[in-house]
T-cell receptor, first 113, second 114 residues
Framework: GDSVTQMEGPVTLSEEAFLTINCTYT??????LFWYVQYPGEGLQLLLK?????DKGSNKGFEATYRKETTSFHLEKGSVQVSDSAVYFC????????????FGTGTRLTVIP | DAMVIQNPRYQVTQFGKPVTLSCSQT?????MYWYQQKSSQAPKLLFH???????NEADTPDNFQSRRPNTSFCFLDIRSPGLGDAAMYLC?????????????FGDGTRLSIL
């Protein structure tokens, strides 16, 4: 089964709108969780991470909280900008010691002025 | 700035003609990864090197191989590319294999097959 499930896109928002992209994961233990962003034609960039339950990762106005009870790591931003338009990937780490990443399918965000 | 560099950014090859993609890093990280990302899909791990130790994913086709001659460089070799191998290929590194280590990605090489 899927290890990481992301909200399907595409998502289109007006500038300064509130953003939520849902992400849930399945794991037997406590993996590390990540959000990566991919701008057009580029590789993935780490946006934020959380390594244990109740940790909050934050960067560039984006936040996500590691919720063990709901196995979720939803991405939020209070006021999006046109420059936030990109594809966002939720990912969890492999727990076998290999540090492989399991990615969600990605959510394309378009912010319009 | 320390970084992960992939060359070339765009590569075109013919059906069945071997092709090599390259990746270099100035981060001095122990682990290097190769991912395949097809259009509108998530990256899929092909294999990784932990130092000189090669680790292949179970479902990676035999057509894909890799070399890591030193810490800084890693190559992806596709022996006989098929049309289904057209994709973005992403190289990534991490300092170690601990699960809390983030991976640092290059900008990718987009491979087209004629």
């Amino acid at each position: 089964g899927d290890s990481v499930t992301q909200m399907e896109g595409p998502v289109t928002l007006s500038e300064e709108a509130f953003l939520t992209i849902n992400c849930t994961y399945t794991a037997t233990g406590y993996p590390s969780l990540f959000w990566y962003v991919q701008y057009p034609g580029e590789g993935l960039q780490l946006l934020l991470k959380a390594t244990k339950a109740d940790d909050k990762g934050s960067n560039k106005g984006f936040e996500a909280t590691y919720r063990k009870e709901t196995t979720s790591f939803h991405l939020e931003k209070g006021s999006v900008q046109v420059s936030d338009s990109a594809v966002y990937f939720c990912a969890r780490s492999d727990q076998t010691g290999a540090n492989n990443l399991f990615f969600g399918t990605g959510t394309r965000l378009t912010v319009i002025p | 700035d320390a970084m992960v560099i992939q060359n070339p950014r765009y590569q075109v090859t013919q059906f069945g003609k071997p092709v090599t993609l390259s990746c270099s890093q100035t981060l001095n990280h122990n682990v290097m990864y190769w991912y395949q990302q097809k259009s509108s899909q998530a990256p899929k791990l092909l294999f990784h090197y932990y130092d000189k130790d090669f680790n292949n994913e179970a479902d990676t086709p035999d057509n894909f191989q890799s070399r890591r001659p030193n810490t800084s460089f890693c190559f992806l070799d596709i022996r006989s590319p098929g049309l289904g191998d057209a994709a973005m290929y992403l190289c990534a590194t991490s300092r170690d294999r601990e699960s809390n280590q983030p991976q640092h990605f290059g900008d990718g090489t987009r491979l087209s097959i004629l």
